[in-house]
């Protein structure tokens, strides 16, 4: 299966930008890319997930490497809110995520 | 909407005694996953249902677990009998439809704690 690789922690200053990185160098040309986040004591929720171009949405922009090898998690204005463990995913199949270690987020206010 | 409903929150038993976890899915979706969570494994899928039917239940882990989903708003995961290293958080979610695409929606957990 393909896996993912992510940094174990990374901090950011609250109201600014924060850049998560994902390597994924066995990814499948059919593979999506997915960004889930856990809060602490909560199940993981959806942020975002992107095939071959960038992606933008309310809570996130994702971009993706020309040769999809690695992908970027953008949070444009991190909030004391966004302190989570960021899960980078590749969907193998239809339905199967396989989910790494996560990048622990933590915003200083 | 009120999301997937998982019961107990938390569930503290002792080895050997038969645990029962219970999902309600979001109405209308028609996959549902049992992932457990651990410290040491991170999040497994455990098992998937398709229209109620499982699909791929290559992540339980032995025969002393076993899950169902009689209908499509209800599913149970069984542990019998239960050890202290099934002690993990269990989440259960559902997704519109099966596809790579598309998002699952996560419960909030059972907490499980085997003495």
């Known amino acids: 299966d393909a896996k993912t690789t992510q940094p174990n922690s990374m901090e950011s200053n609250e109201e600014e930008p924060v850049h998560l990185p994902c390597n994924h160098s066995?990814?499948?040309?059919?593979?999506?890319i997915h960004w889930y986040r856990q809060l602490p004591s909560q199940g993981p929720e959806y942020v975002i997930h992107?095939?071959?171009s960038n992606v933008n949405n309310r809570m996130a922009s994702l971009a993706i490497a020309e040769d999809r090898k690695s992908s970027t998690l953008i949070l444009h204005r991190a909030t004391l809110r966004d302190a989570a463990v960021y899960y980078c995913?590749?969907?193998?199949?239809?339905?199967?995520?396989?989910f790494g270690t996560g990048t622990r987020l933590k915003v200083l206010a | 909407d009120a999301g997937v409903i998982q019961s107990p929150r938390h569930e503290v038993t002792e080895m050997g005694q038969e645990v029962t976890l219970r999902c309600k899915p979001i109405?209308?979706?028609?996959?549902l996953f049992w992932y457990r969570q651990t410290m040491m494994r991170g999040l497994e899928l455990l098992i998937y249902?398709?229209?109620?039917?499982?699909?791929?239940d290559s992540g339980m882990p032995e025969d002393r677990f076993s899950a169902k989903m009689p209908n499509a708003s209800f599913s149970t995961l069984k542990i019998q009998p239960s050890e202290p290293r099934d002690s993990a958080v269990y989440f259960c979610?559902?997704?519109?439809?099966?596809?790579?695409?598309?998002?699952?929606?996560f419960g909030p957990g059972t907490r499980l704690t085997v003495l």
């Open positions: 979610a559902s997704s519109l439809k099966e596809g790579r695409y598309n998002e699952q929606f």
């Open positions: 066995t990814i499948s040309g059919t593979d999506y």
């Open positions: 992107g095939l071959t």
């Open positions: 995913i590749l969907s193998t199949g239809t339905y199967k995520y396989i």
């Open positions: 109405s209308g979706h028609n996959s």
């Open positions: 249902f398709n229209n109620n039917v499982p699909i791929d």
